[in-house]
């Protein structure tokens, strides 16, 4: 089994290493007839670039996307979208002195164990330089829900980084595109620029808190049982390099309220149901209510960080490892992008899944 593709309709893998020459994505099941380009996909592979600000790794990446085959005169064929990303700025000597050892906190080590080899130049494919190829897919996604379901709006943007926090009272939509950290809140800017700048000079790193938006999802998406659109997603996010935890809607915080307080009492509205509240983040038995999906991860500290840490070697011995190269201080700030793509491709899947099992037929109230 290869386990490097993912979804069921819409089916997406990825190929390629962070220092190889280049990496991509083959998309399969788009429907034919959907408009897109290069230019469309590049808006989405721009917000996820490196070398943007010194928040992030100063390798210059262009992220330029071509796209192989599966479009004709600017419209998809139906056929596989192959679609490549070339390495332009491989450094891969900053790995040199780490090709024997494991650095504490990646997957080095886990890689060695289960397949007696590795490529340490940047993680290889363990690196999030991979997530490129996913954000470019996720562009072909995003393409087609603007055709089939125009007024879906997919929006993530950062809520904590560390110790920081935004203010949910000046939440700022516009705000997300206009600053480096992708936060809804201006005032915050400048301290988090701050923070971030001195985790970055003591040779440290930090983590993050993320959260995903999709508003208007029609309802009626997802599954009782093994293709739950909360399960689905929470997988896609966990794929994401570095996610250590999930939730959905109250997520954890549902544990400290009663019964009474999370369940989300319904109306009848002049154009259907109506929720008065959304603790369950707009998925009900796995299936989407028609509110919005809100959905928040965790993203770990980066773990390639210049301050020494004690590890071992391939023969066992004890070695102290410092990681050098370009890394970013604050790995959740890319994540952003990335975390949109993957709940666009999976929107996408459990749509199409959904036309093929019921034909979008809806049971009808009132």
């Known amino acids: 089994m290869s386990y490097n593709t993912f979804g069921h309709m819409f089916r997406v893998t990825t190929w390629g290493e962070s220092h190889g020459p280049a990496l991509?994505?083959?998309?399969?099941?788009?429907?034919?007839?959907?408009?897109?380009?290069?230019?469309?996909?590049?808006?989405f592979l721009d917000r996820r670039r490196p070398g943007q600000s010194k928040m992030t790794t100063q390798r210059q990446?262009?992220?330029?996307?071509?796209?192989?085959?599966?479009?004709?005169?600017?419209?998809?064929?139906?056929?596989p979208i192959q679609l490549m990303i070339e390495n332009t700025d491989q450094r891969s000597k900053d790995y040199g002195e780490i090709a024997r050892q494991f650095r504490p906190g990646h997957a080095d080590i886990t890689y060695h164990q289960k397949y007696g080899l590795r490529d340490y130049r940047g993680g290889g494919r363990s690196s999030a330089r991979e997530t490129a190829a996913r954000v470019a897919a996720g562009g072909v996604a995003q393409a087609v829900l603007k055709a089939l379901v125009p007024g879906l709006v997919i929006t993530g943007y950062m809520t904590q980084m560390g110790a920081k926090h935004i203010n949910r009272e000046r939440?700022?939509?516009?705000?997300?595109?206009?600053?480096?950290?992708?936060?809804?809140?201006?005032?915050?800017?400048a301290e988090w620029s701050d923070y971030l700048e001195a985790m970055r000079k003591g040779q440290n790193s930090v983590g993050a808190m993320i959260e995903l938006v999709a508003e208007g999802c029609p309802p009626g998406l997802g599954?009782?049982?093994?293709?739950?659109?909360?399960?689905?997603?929470?997988?896609?996010m966990m794929t994401i390099n570095a996610v250590k935890g999930v939730e959905i809607g109250e997520g954890m915080a549902a544990a400290m309220l009663t019964g009474t307080e999370n369940a989300d009492e319904i109306v009848m509205g002049p154009e259907g149901p109506e929720y008065l509240t959304n603790h369950a983040g707009g998925i009900l038995g796995g299936i989407t209510t028609g509110q919005p999906i809100v959905l928040r991860f965790s993203v770990k500290p980066t773990s390639s960080i210049l301050t020494p840490r004690r590890s071992i070697n391939t023969a066992g011995e004890a070695v102290e490892v410092v990681t050098k190269g370009r890394h970013d201080p604050c790995v959740g700030i890319r994540a952003v992008p990335v975390a949109e793509a993957m709940m666009a491709c999976v929107i996408l899947d459990h749509l199409l899944l959904d036309r093929a099992q019921t034909g979008g037929m809806r049971g009808e109230i009132g």
Do not use: H
């Open 171 to 189: 939440f700022d939509r516009d705000e997300i595109l206009r600053n480096p950290f992708f936060i809804p809140d201006a005032e915050a800017v």
């Open 61 to 79: 990446e262009p992220d330029q996307v071509k796209i192989l085959s599966g479009v004709f005169e600017g419209r998809t064929t139906g056929t």
């Open 24 to 43: 991509g994505a083959t998309v399969d099941g788009c429907p034919p007839g959907i408009e897109i380009s290069e230019e469309f996909i590049q808006v």
């Open 223 to 236: 599954a009782p049982i093994y293709a739950k659109m909360d399960s689905d997603l929470a997988a896609a």
